[in-house]
């Protein structure tokens, strides 16, 4: 694997959603709500397809269980804001415990020894997400699904994130759950770290077993 030498990295881009937070359960219950409506077959394995995208791509791999009358553009979007409608719910009931000590106490530490942090998340809901957690201070720049036309593994969102960073891509590293937000940081220049999930990832270019080992890669 290849190691970054101290002073290499000026910031760090972190993926939100089981990286930072774990609401995968959230999005699970609000698509699972959305399928059993329509009589679509969903189930845990489906859902990990849905790990790093888009919410109009999930959808998409959602209606491939969907046998009923074709669906249209409109309609299809009238679907994504169910969902959504359906997981703001879940995220109001969010608190900073949803954050864990070890996670807050590596990004206190990181902006301490001078980093700069970033979040770089394909999900509309970020704002929402560290606005209930009550991490949002601690983040110099958000990147996320209101602001890209191309969702992970497309290196856009992050490629933004190091821009509101005032950093070159080369100058940051990624920390991602997901082999698509891996995929999207080597495609955009950056150092990939596999944390949780995509730990182990062929291409990443570190892997952690833990959150706070971020403190010994810079």
């Given at each position: 694997?290849?190691?970054?030498?101290?002073?290499?990295?000026?910031?760090?881009?972190?993926?939100?959603?089981?990286?930072?937070?774990?609401?995968?359960?959230?999005?699970?219950?609000?698509?699972?709500?959305?399928?059993?409506?329509?009589g679509?077959?969903?189930?845990?394995?489906?859902?990990?397809?849905?790990?790093?995208?888009?919410?109009?791509?999930?959808?998409?791999?959602?209606?491939?269980?969907?046998?009923?009358?074709?669906?249209?553009?409109?309609?299809k979007?009238?679907?994504a804001?169910?969902?959504?409608?359906?997981?703001?719910?879940?995220?109001?009931?969010?608190?900073?415990?949803?954050?864990?000590?070890?996670?807050?106490?590596?990004?206190?530490?990181?902006?301490?020894?001078?980093?700069?942090?970033a979040?770089?998340?394909?999900?509309?809901?970020a704002?929402?997400?560290?606005?209930?957690?009550?991490?949002?201070?601690?983040?110099?720049?958000?990147?996320?699904?209101?602001?890209i036309?191309?969702?992970?593994?497309?290196?856009?969102?992050?490629?933004k994130?190091?821009a509101?960073?005032?950093?070159?891509?080369?100058?940051?590293?990624?920390?991602?759950?997901?082999e698509?937000?891996?995929?999207?940081?080597?495609?955009?220049?950056?150092?990939?770290?596999?944390?949780?999930?995509?730990?182990?990832?062929?291409?990443?270019?570190?892997?952690?077993?833990?959150?706070?080992?971020?403190?010994?890669i810079?």
């Open positions: 694997m290849t190691t970054k030498t101290t002073g290499t990295i000026k910031g760090f881009i972190f993926d939100l959603d089981g990286v930072i937070v774990f609401t995968d359960k959230l999005h699970y219950q609000a698509w699972k709500r959305m399928a059993d409506r329509l679509i077959s969903f189930d845990e394995t489906v859902n990990d397809r849905l790990r790093g995208v888009s919410r109009e791509e999930s959808l998409d791999i959602i209606l491939e269980n969907y046998h009923g009358l074709a669906l249209g553009a409109e309609e979007r009238r679907l804001e169910e969902k959504n409608s359906y997981y703001r719910e879940l995220l109001e009931e969010l608190t900073p415990d949803a954050v864990e000590e070890k996670v807050k106490d590596t990004l206190v530490k990181l902006r301490e020894q001078g980093f700069k942090l979040i770089g998340s394909s999900s509309k809901n704002g929402l997400i560290l606005e209930r957690t009550g991490i949002a201070g601690l983040f110099d720049a958000v990147s996320d699904g209101n602001n036309q191309r969702s992970k593994p497309d290196p856009e969102v992050f490629l994130a190091a509101f960073l005032g950093l070159e891509p080369g100058d940051c590293a990624v920390i991602e759950d997901a698509a937000g891996i995929r999207a940081a080597k495609a955009g220049g950056m150092f990939a770290v596999a944390v949780h999930s995509a730990a182990g990832c062929p291409l990443a270019d570190e892997s952690l077993k833990t959150f706070e080992e971020l403190l010994n810079g």
